[in-house]
């Protein structure tokens, strides 16, 4: 009979009680807060490359742009 037995848990807990399911549902919660800081870093990275973009625009503009006036 001790063959029949399972072998790991608490024997009083079903696989679909409650319980079982908390610590899958702590580590999706404590996961959120690594998402979010991920994806803040990468939408300003992306702002930060823009805002490079424009800057280097605005340069080229500033040295070309007279040189289209005088002439």
Known sequence: MTMLAHAGGAPGRT???PK???PAAA????AYPAIIKRLF???LTMLAAGAAV?????LKIAVY???LIHH
């Open 15 to 17: 696989a679909h009680s």
């Open 20 to 22: 079982s399911r908390d």
């Open 27 to 30: 580590g999706v919660a404590a």
């Open 41 to 43: 870093i990468r939408v």
């Open 54 to 58: 424009a800057a280097i625009m605005a």
């Open 65 to 67: 742009l007279p040189r």
